[in-house]
């Protein structure tokens, strides 16, 4: 069984530029989730996905954070404009289900805004 | 209070030693305990994971023990071998909403 991919792996822009992660979930995984992990941090949760429709994104900075997951499989979390705060390692996982507790991390985008 | 406090920062074990990592909680919503396994460059990978109805859960050399009066738990890693040297995170769930919330990590090293 795949697992979760993201791309890309790492990313280097400059403060007030643009940028877009890509996942792609587990075949049949209807949740999806992004998460932002600081360094030495633990992650947190940005956005939660059930299909295509979201079900939290209380805290996703939506000024300057948009998602989206089309079609209920693939999403893409940007980021317009970057800020340095927001360097970080972004991980996309999946599950089964809401109900279905086990997540399935890809293995993230470190993106490092100068 | 949405929060999973996470002991030690850091851990250094001999091989063959048991370290263990502590967590506590303060939401008594809170049903669903899981620990993930955290290597350089790669994303958390589950461990174990635990429901408040059982005081204690072994998979391999991991054990899970939880205090639901003291709302607190821990991982133990039995005979712990240079290969467990990882960040380690505990983390919490409800209602079955599928949101994760961790802890700020441990980062293990066992030393050979």
């Known amino acids: 069984e795949a697992g979760v991919a993201q791309s890309p792996r790492y990313k280097i822009i400059e403060k007030r530029q643009s940028v877009a992660f890509w996942c792609n979930p587990i075949?049949?995984?209807?949740?999806l989730y992004w998460y932002q992990q600081i360094l030495g941090q633990g992650p947190k949760l940005l956005i939660q996905?059930?299909?295509?429709?979201?079900?939290?994104d209380s805290q996703l900075p939506k000024d300057r954070f948009s998602a989206e997951r089309l079609k209920g499989v693939d999403s893409t979390l940007k980021i317009q404009p970057a800020k340095l705060e927001d360097s970080a390692v972004y991980l996309c996982?999946?599950?089964?289900?809401?109900?279905?507790?086990?997540?399935?991390f890809g293995p993230g985008t470190r993106l490092t805004v100068t | 209070q949405q929060q999973v406090k996470q002991s030690p920062q850091s851990l250094i074990v001999q091989k063959g030693g048991i370290p263990i990592i502590n967590c506590a909680y303060e939401n008594t919503a809170f049903d669903y305990f899981p620990w993930y396994q955290q290597f350089p460059g790669k994303g958390p990978a589950l461990l174990i994971a635990?429901?408040?109805?059982?005081s204690e859960k072994k998979e391999g050399r991991f054990t899970i023990s939880f205090n639901k009066s003291a709302k607190q738990f821990s991982l133990h890693i039995m005979d712990s071998q240079p290969g467990d040297s990882a960040t380690y995170f505990c983390a919490a769930s409800w209602g079955g909403t599928g949101k994760l919330i961790f802890g700020q990590g441990t980062t293990l090293q066992v030393k050979p």
């Open positions: 635990i429901r408040p109805d059982v």
């Open positions: 996905f059930q299909n295509n429709g979201v079900v939290d």
């Open positions: 075949s049949g995984h209807a949740t």
């Open positions: 996982a999946s599950s089964f289900g809401r109900q279905a507790y086990e997540q399935y």
